[in-house]
């Protein structure tokens, strides 16, 4: 199975990128951010006749989350159990399902961490407490029956080879203690970053802003990660970042992340 995982920043503005890059790949399963649009608005059409099922979460222009699956597409779960709100809403963060069949069976949650903002701002707050309402229910999850692994935009780089510069973001959001300690909060139970053996760093990132020409000048950050538990780590054949598909027009500011599984043994 090929999975992968892939802030898209607007699927209706990257559709056709989408379309082609999942052909062009093979994917067999897609854990995707900020889709950026309501059910009514996402492209179900155009993805199911490519051949996947699809599962989507999302409420307007902001944040959205989505599960798509050509291998199997069951148990899907909106959200999960804990999680803190908003500004009184709850918002378009997460998706889970179970995906492939039989004991190639795994169960997938994409998840889109609230950005932080600023160091010191209430949205900093709503971030670290969303991440350990969310280890609380993912402790249980790794405990269950199905390899079980988190994938997205943690909106964190948790060292700091993952920055194009310390200097740079010493006083900003994505580098905090806070942050960081929520982050590895997750390693610390047990889940395990996948990709990074398989894309070690410095300078291998997943996101560059558009501004400044940060792409060109090779400053970008490592936010984007699929963390599995022990057993959903035991299946990785290999993974990859891929950088060629930040590039060009039309492109979104982060790079698709995939990952190779391979049959239990």
């Known amino acids: 199975m090929r999975m992968a995982t892939w ?10 990128r989408l379309e082609s890059w999942l052909t062009r790949h093979e994917i067999d ?20 006749r490519l051949g996947y099922e699809v599962a989507h979460h999302g ?32 918002e378009a963060r997460a998706i889970g399902a179970t995906v492939g069949e039989g004991s190639r069976s795994v169960r997938l949650w994409s998840v889109y961490v609230p950005n932080g903002r600023q160091v010191e701002d209430p949205h900093m707050t709503y971030k670290v407490d969303w991440l350990g309402r969310l280890l609380d229910q993912a402790r249980g999850w790794a405990a269950g029956d199905l390899p079980v692994a988190l994938c997205g935009d943690w909106n964190i780089a948790p060292f700091d080879e993952d920055v194009w510069s310390m200097a740079f973001y010493e006083d ?28 070690p760093g410095p300078k291998v990132y997943t996101y560059w802003d558009y501004q400044q020409l940060r792409f060109q000048k090779g400053r970008g950050m490592r936010i984007d990660f699929v963390l599995g538990s022990p057993a959903f780590a035991a299946l990785v054949e290999g993974a990859a970042i891929d950088r060629e598909e930040r590039k060009g027009a039309g492109a979104s500011d982060h790079a698709p992340v995939v990952v190779q599984l391979g049959d239990p043994s």
């Not at 898209?8 to 056709?16: A, F, G, L, W």
């Not at 959205?64 to 009184?88: E, H, K, M, T, Y």
């Not at 580098?175 to 139970?189: M, N, T």
Request: charged share 25%.
């Open 172 to 199: 900003k959001s994505h580098v905090s203690p806070r942050e960081r300690a929520a982050f590895h909060a997750f390693l610390d139970a047990g889940f395990v970053d996948v990709v990074r053996p398989h894309a």
């Open 29 to 48: 399963v897609l854990c995707l951010q900020e889709s950026k649009a309501r059910d009514d608005q996402f492209p179900f059409d155009r993805l199911t």
């Open 7 to 16: 802030n898209v920043n607007s699927i209706r503005s990257r559709i056709d």
């Open 59 to 90: 409420f307007n222009q902001w944040n959205g989350v989505a599960i798509l699956s050509r291998v199997g597409l069951r148990d899907v779960q909106v959200g999960f159990d804990g999680a803190p709100a908003w500004n009184d809403v709850t």
